[in-house]
């Protein structure tokens, strides 16, 4: 089974993670994972420590040669600022010269003080911190590395940030490199304009803003998932694994919550057959019954305001419960277009772990074999 786990904090020495289930035999290309790093880091409205760090990766285990082995696969991504942070952050001994007392609404800080007895919520904020994506990007960059070679394909944009949306067909030919090429990762130019200029004023008022994206997936073969089990089901997955991304608050496949709307046959993606089955539509979101039904795989998420205000809300000092303003650390204004990347690489991680589990198998050429013979008996059903 396909799995990983990530370890570190945002102001430690690295981030860590550890994939386990990647079959033997993977090509694997460490440039495509410092490209989905790099793309995490982008993006109108980010704060001033995407100055500082420029993320990397290092696979410490489980690649020999650029192929992977079958064990176990470790990677590292050290942080930059650890230098400035050494003497708070040490595993040995530390000083509590950024202590924090006081809880911002919103976040982990005071929950997490008081789940785990931490009276420095420093000890919480380190960890919940959206830093920690990072280590979910690489994982998303090499699992899709196995997909690859099976034509399936993730693509996506941001639809709104704040009170600006996009309203371009993300099907026009040139949507996605209209996107590639925004800083707020829209395909129509005119409300990339407004977006900034949205994020600007937000900024200026001490503000954050939260917005919505959407990946799309393509290539994926009808039946990964399952009707048989609750916890097999596609669909179920993907919104588990999004909704596991920092300040993602809801997720929506295909029409989403529209669904609740309009009438049945306004819904349901009418059947056709022409060399294969196809919809005629695709209102599910290419999932039906928890399991990928050959359509296009659509999700769309909403990022709340990041609770880092420049403007900060009232809270209470847990020391002496006085009435105080909020903590202040370094944080970004509007992070969508990072969130969109990192949805991306969660989402890809179910695909991967849904289609490992389809056609299981020790190493490529077993998985590619058993893929096939699938392949071959649906299109003959």
Known sequence: MLRYFTAGETHGKCLTVII?????????????????????QQGYGRGGRMKIEKDTAEILSGVRGGVTLGSPIAIKIENRDWANWESIMGTETANNEKSVECPRPGHADLTGGMKYNHRDLRNVLERASARETAARVAVGALVRQVLKPFGIEFLSHVKRIGEVEDTADFTAADFFEKVKNS????GDENAAQKAMEYIDKIKASGESVGGIVETIVKGVPAGLGSYVHYDRKLDANLAFGVMS????????????????EI????????IEYSDDFHRLTNNAGGIEGGMSNGEPIIVKAAMKPIPTLYN???TVNIDDKSEHKATVERSDVCAVPACSVVVEAVIAFEIAKAFLDKFSGDCMADVKAYYDVYMNRIKNF
């Open 20 to 40: 386990e289930g990647m079959p033997s035999g993977v090509e694997i290309s460490l440039d495509e994972i410092n490209e989905q790093l790099a793309k995490r």
């Open 183 to 186: 800083p707020v990762g829209f």
């Open 245 to 260: 991304v920092q300040a993602i608050k809801g997720v929506e496949i295909g029409m989403g919550f529209g669904v609740s």
């Open 263 to 270: 009438p049945g046959s306004k819904v349901h993606d009418e």
């Open 312 to 314: 900060p809300l009232r």
